[in-house]
């Protein structure tokens, strides 16, 4: 008699089991309704890793950094729990507060941070003049309007300037990323026409996708690109400009596609550190019984070929 032997895999911390709850909020997104803390999170050797406090929220005020490990959530310890429940565990009534300990590089003790949830607004774009001349540039995430918002702020500070800028910064620090139409629409503003910005490769046919700066990759659907396309109206110096982008280990996803476009197409020259490396593709698989799976099925790429990944 032959004795078959189990082969157990390892997937990737963002594929998981969503039960019916946690599908119905992530399905009609609900996440307005609850109080939070400002926070990006993954998974890191069974811990939530920080991979970027928002700006303006309150886990960045507090002083949560991106890699820090939260070992403990009031008085649940962390190991063993699924993202989605340490998740779950964050969210909270506006006002609520909750203890959390973290792990924190190059520190020897256990850090205990106390937040107060709040509902989290942010500010996508900010700008400025840094002086005559040098426009600075904050992406702080990709929301549903950041690249509108961007050809805004970019066209206001140019007529304020009243001429051509010598030099333009980026600031994508700690930007965890978000819709990737709006990093496509980001890329846009200081690229060229049909420039390509990232591809994605998987095993399903229907996971190849190639995305370039072609007005049809940002622009919302059921308009008109031509009438609603504000990259095309910004002044056609922008896209030669000198740039310097900036991102840390904070820089995660959609913040690191636009960079990667950027160098790739050597558009700009890339200051900081090395970025977070959130580079993948996650499908949503509906189960007959009201849960589903949440399976990455494909990665990013750079024009070039790098994978954004790891």
């Known amino acids: 008699m032959k004795l078959l032997k189990a082969c157990y895999l390892d997937l990737d911390p963002h594929s998981v089991y969503l039960d019916k709850d946690k599908y119905k909020d992530l399905s009609q997104g609900t996440a307005g309704e609850f109080g939070g803390l400002g926070i990006e999170v993954g998974m890191k050797d069974g811990f939530v890793e920080v991979i970027t406090p ?13 890699g820090d490990l939260i ?32 792990l924190r590089e190059d520190v020897v003790d256990p850090i205990d941070i106390k937040i107060t949830r709040a509902q989290i607004k942010t500010k996508s774009v900010k700008a400025k003049l840094i002086e005559p001349d040098y426009a600075y540039l904050r992406v702080t995430q990709f929301q549903d309007r950041t690249g509108e918002d961007l050809a805004k702020a970019i066209k206001k500070l140019r007529k304020e300037n009243k ?14 990323g978000g819709l990737l139409t709006q990093a496509v629409s980001v890329s846009a503003a200081f690229l060229g026409d049909d420039e390509l910005v990232v591809y994605t490769e998987g095993r399903a046919p229907d996971s190849k996708m190639r995305l370039t700066t072609a007005p049809e990759n940002y622009i919302r659907p ?12 910004l002044p056609k110096d922008i896209k030669d400009v000198p740039m310097v982008v900036i991102i840390n280990n904070g820089s995660a996803s959609a913040a690191e596609i636009v960079t990667g476009a950027l160098k790739d197409h050597k558009r700009a020259t890339i200051l900081g550190t090395r970025s977070f490396g959130k580079g993948s593709v996650q499908s949503i698989l509906p189960m007959m019984n009201g849960s589903a799976i949440k399976l990455t099925t494909a990665r990013y790429f750079t024009p070039n070929g790098t994978s954004i990944q790891g």
């Not at 928002?54 to 991106?66: C, F, R, V």
């Open 54 to 66: 928002i700006e303006d929220t309150p886990a960045y005020n507090a002083g949560l950094k991106s």
């Open 71 to 102: 070992i403990k959530l009031d008085d649940t310890l962390v190991k063993g729990l699924t993202l989605n429940d340490a998740v779950k565990l964050m969210r909270g009534k506006p006002g609520t507060s909750i203890d959390i300990r973290v």
């Open 163 to 176: 001429h051509a800028f010598n030099g333009i910064i980026l600031d994508m620090r700690n930007n965890p």
């Open 222 to 233: 059921g308009g008109d690109f031509e009438k609603n396309n504000y990259i095309k109206s």
